[in-house]
């Protein structure tokens, strides 16, 4: 069911609706294409997630954050040249400032790659996280979350091709065998109102679709016209869902990658929220699907953005994205590489 209420100012999608017969297929279909070109947001309902497991996962984030400093610091990411683990509030940059939040990071959990002089960059992405030995039913929750997600994550890209009437499997070759999983723990302390609130500050998210799973403290904002920004407000038992970057590119603008951000809560409070990002596989070129005329018609290309250009290889794409926020991290593991890029 799609609708605007006060309550939320977002298309709401019911999931459950796909294992319906052809009408309510064909109904998902138009409410998945409209409300990702049109705002790029919405809310997903029946998305076929345990409510115990969304209800572990946040037990634990809770559990990391609280311990203590020391046991985060011993996963912190500057150690990382696969950029997973912990970082500090005002460790990560967006838009050239310190957001205040801390945040601990997973990815799929694979070997790191053998490096040799020709391997590219990105291909230091790949490698194993890191598990606090404080806190052991992390590694375990966070892995079946992880393979949850990327199950319903894969059939609802599945969905959107079918929704824009190419192929269904269109965009497996694409996430390929090793998708790009990328889970995020992150804790927005509160914050006098006298300062800066920026939480996060305004960015797009780089993979294909971008889950949320919100705590009850509101504080994310969409910007659905310039300088129009509209509260995701928390929906129990619902993720928000938004459009990557890739999918952008993928269907030539069609589909919209939307700017959103996350506004400090008050002093008194804290927000916490679990993020899901499926990219693509490291070594993947996403081309431009060719969309049936109706819909090509509709296809503004991809939004350029001066302070963020987009690149068509998911690697570089993808790790262009991390060294802008995690300066230190690009210090210690990539400095060879700025400096030649640098130079070029
Ligand atoms: O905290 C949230 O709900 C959103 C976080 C976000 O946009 C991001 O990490 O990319
Ligand atoms: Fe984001």
Do not use: C
């Not at 400093?69 to 940059?93: C, D, T, W």
């Not at 109102?193 to 500050?201: C, K, L």
């Not at 060294?323 to 130079?343: E, G, W």
């Amino acid at each position: 069911m799609m609708s605007k209420s006060n309550a939320v100012a977002l298309p709401v999608i019911d999931f459950a609706l796909l294992q319906g017969d052809e009408a309510e297929r064909q109904q998902i279909h138009t409410q998945l294409s409209k409300a990702a070109r049109e705002v790029g947001f919405f809310y997903l309902t029946n998305h076929g997630i345990d409510s115990q497991l969304l209800a572990v996962v946040q037990q634990v984030s809770r559990a990391f954050f609280a311990l203590p400093q020391a046991e985060k610091l011993s996963v912190q990411m500057a150690q990382s040249p696969h950029f997973r683990g912990y970082n500090l509030e005002g460790s990560e940059i967006t838009r050239s400032q310190p957001d205040y939040r801390e945040q601990f990071d997973i990815g799929a959990e694979r070997p790191a790659l053998p490096l040799t002089a020709g391997t590219p960059a990105w291909a230091r992405l790949q490698g194993p996280n890191q598990w606090p030995q404080a806190l052991p039913e992390l590694q375990q929750v966070l892995t079946e979350w992880q393979q949850a997600m990327t199950a319903m994550a894969l059939e609802l890209l599945r969905a959107f091709a079918d929704a824009l009437h190419l192929p269904h499997n269109a965009f497996d070759n694409l996430y390929g065998a090793l998708p790009n999983e990328h889970v995020k723990l992150i804790r927005y302390p509160g914050r006098p109102d006298n300062g800066s609130r920026q939480g996060v500050g305004a960015h797009k998210d780089s993979g294909f679709l971008t889950f949320l799973l919100q705590d009850d403290q509101p504080g994310l904002q969409v910007e659905v016209a310039p300088d129009r920004w509209v509260d995701a407000t928390p929906l129990p038992g619902a993720f928000v869902v938004n459009i990557g970057e890739l999918l952008e590119l993928a269907t030539n603008g069609y589909l919209r990658a939307t700017v959103h951000r996350v506004v400090s809560p008050p002093a008194d409070r804290q927000r916490l929220s679990v993020a899901f990002f499926l990219g693509a596989e490291l070594g993947a070129v996403v081309p431009v699907y060719q969309l049936p005329d109706s819909l090509a018609r509709l296809a503004q290309g991809p939004a350029s953005d001066p302070l963020n250009p987009l690149l068509r290889d998911v690697g570089w794409n993808y790790l262009k994205g991390r060294l802008r926020s995690h300066p230190d991290v690009a210090q210690r593991f990539y400095a060879d590489y700025l400096r030649d890029t640098a130079s070029v």
